[in-house]
């Protein structure tokens, strides 16, 4: 179930306080679970230091923790209540700023980046490498972090971080906010089109516009053997028997070239979906 999670998954799991389980402790506390006489039986293993300093300490767990640490009045940490206080002292300008810095710095942390450099302010979250996950879990910290009730589907409404933050804003201040409201872009109707650029990428080599002509013209068979760049095992990936599961039983079939080579900050992907 979990093969398929990447160091950076692994780094997030332990930094929340829930240390991983091998599937040999796994299944050994199920054993051990059938004969406990409690109703309710929870298989887990707790880092209770990592979990003092998470900054959303599931409610459940909060009684097996104590916080030292005193809490830090940064735009990642904002004491409860002072929020408004800080916000009301600032300038229109100033507050956006801080709000969208707000954001950008849990995304961040949410994606596992080392700095806020990769989440732009008006990229949507999506193409940061967003996913339903991972938007309840920024979520959860804005949450915690404004002390502010927002909703599961806060990332999708406000799919950038200054939107995210006018809606911050207007959350806080309520009519105090002054927030101007969306600019609707339109263009006339007349305006001319204009292709600017053509990409594509096909198996057989193609790896633009003149290859797939070139591939199309000459009637080139684009069907190739299994790629032995992707971690597969070829040798053992082949069987006569189509019911057969996790197996194929043909031996070819239409694969891009070098599919790990593109730009993924391009295309405003982040590190980890990359992987």
């Known amino acids: 179930m979990t093969g398929h999670l990447g160091v950076t998954d692994m780094r997030r799991i332990n930094a929340s306080g829930l240390a991983l389980l091998s599937s040999e402790e796994g299944m050994g506390l199920f054993d ?40 830090r009045n940064t735009a990642a940490t904002i004491e409860t209540g002072g929020l408004a206080r800080r916000l009301v ?33 008006g990229r949507a979250f999506k193409e940061a490498g967003f996913d339903s996950l991972t938007a309840l879990e920024l979520r959860n910290r804005l949450t915690a972090a404004t002390d502010v009730r927002l909703p599961a589907t806060l990332v999708f409404d406000h799919p950038t971080p200054t939107s995210l933050a006018e809606r911050l804003l207007s959350e806080v201040l309520g009519e105090q906010a002054g927030t101007a409201g969306p600019v609707v872009a339109t263009a006339a109707s007349d305006e001319p089109i204009a292709i600017v650029a053509m990409s594509c990428r096909f198996p057989g080599g193609v790896a633009g516009p003149e290859d797939l002509w070139r591939l199309v013209d000459t009637g080139t ?4 053997g ?31 070239d070098d599919v790990a080579g593109f730009d993924s900050a391009f295309f405003g992907i982040s590190p980890r979906e990359a992987i």
Do not use: C
Not at 41 to 70: F, M, Q, W, Y
Not at 221 to 224: G, I, V, Y
Not at 226 to 253: C, I, M, Q, T
């Open 32 to 71: 051990l679970a059938r004969f406990a006489e409690p109703a309710y039986v929870l298989a887990a293993k707790l880092d209770t230091a990592a979990l003092g300093r998470s900054e959303n300490i599931p409610p459940l767990l909060s009684g097996l923790v104590s916080r030292t640490a005193p809490v």
């Open 89 to 121: 002292s600032m300038t229109d300008e100033q507050r956006t700023t801080f709000l969208i810095d707000l954001v950008r710095t849990h995304a961040a942390a949410v994606l596992g980046l080392s700095g806020t450099s990769g989440v732009d302010a």
């Open 221 to 224: 068979d684009a069907m190739s």
């Open 226 to 256: 299994f790629p032995v760049d992707r971690g597969w095992d070829v040798e053992g990936l082949y069987d006569p028997d189509p019911d057969v599961a996790g197996k194929s039983y043909v031996v070819e079939g239409g694969f891009l």
